[in-house]
């Protein structure tokens, strides 16, 4: 089913709504931009306050809800998010890490309007292994990688340059022999654990599309202009509606302060662990 627009002034605003509905992680690569890990917590989000972001993302004519986290594969909800999304008449993108999946998740992967994104760092697995913290993981991870191709359910991979002689190429070679055909790669940003010894957040490391076209709502409730830029909240949905939020002048602030992506640079596609563009070469917002 489809949604009328309850806020009309502000259909068009955003593409995509990322929900960062849990910190919690198998995994804790070391530049993590939620600085997610096992020992994380979901936030203080209730099922309750994310289903009604959802809602109102509906009502707002957000096409896509996209679902990150940490891991959003071990919330306990994440299922009732996706199918309430697909009731609206939403898109899902889940961004996991594809380290774990349940043999009965894979027929939700595969719904009409549900796509998947996840990351991948090198084809030797010992180096990828080095920058997740997970013995096994790129073996898992590449393994349901290759079991979405087969099923046919739609998958961009982003690779984030993180290590200095770490083998991006190689690992672009190895997606394409098994089929991927979105990949992106990208720079590290100094975000989350990848944050600089003293240095202060900063916009400059932004790619510059955060708050055009797409938003955030973190694990805490905060809204932002996209996961990356967590440290630049506008307002938390637990105290305001989104489209209060969207609509007041702390969004415009924020929005007049990213710098203007380059021309020709395709909006950036967070995901899971850090970077900013999975699904496109890298980019850099004008000087």
Request: proline share 6%; net charge negative.
């Amino acid at each position: 089913m489809t949604v009328a627009l309850e806020h009309p002034a502000l259909a068009g605003l955003l593409d995509m709504l990322e929900l960062e509905i849990t910190g919690k992680c198998q995994l804790a690569c070391t530049h993590c931009l939620s600085e997610s890990s096992p020992q994380a917590t979901h936030g203080t989000m209730t099922p309750a306050d994310w289903q009604a972001v959802i809602t109102d993302a509906a009502a707002l004519g957000i096409r896509t809800v996209q679902l990150i986290g940490g891991e959003p594969t071990v919330h306990p909800h994440w299922r009732d998010f996706a199918e309430l999304a697909l009731s609206l008449g939403r898109e899902v993108e889940i961004y996991t890490n594809l380290y774990r999946v349940r043999d009965q998740w894979w027929d939700l992967f595969g719904r009409p309007g549900v796509t998947l994104g996840t990351s991948f760092y090198s084809d030797d697995p010992a180096e990828h292994d080095r920058i997740t913290g997970r013995p096994g993981s790129h073996a898992r991870t590449r393994a349901h990688i290759r079991e979405a191709l087969a099923r046919g359910i739609g998958l961009r991979v982003g690779i984030v340059h993180i290590l200095p002689e770490q083998r991006i190429e190689e690992a672009r070679a190895d997606l394409l022999e098994i089929g991927v055909t979105r990949i992106g790669t990208d720079r590290v940003r100094a975000v989350g654990r990848a944050s600089l010894p003293g240095r202060s957040p900063s916009v400059e490391e932004l790619c510059g599309w955060c708050t055009r076209g797409r938003a955030a709502v973190l694990a805490n409730g905060d809204l932002t202009g996209c996961v990356l830029s967590r440290d630049f909240p506008v307002g938390n949905v637990k105290e305001k509606r989104l489209a209060e939020l969207l609509g007041g002048q702390e969004w415009e602030r924020l929005a007049a302060r990213i710098p203007v992506p380059r021309a020709g640079c395709e909006p950036c596609q967070p995901h899971d662990s850090e970077g900013c563009d999975p699904s496109n070469d890298a980019c850099e917002p004008t000087d």
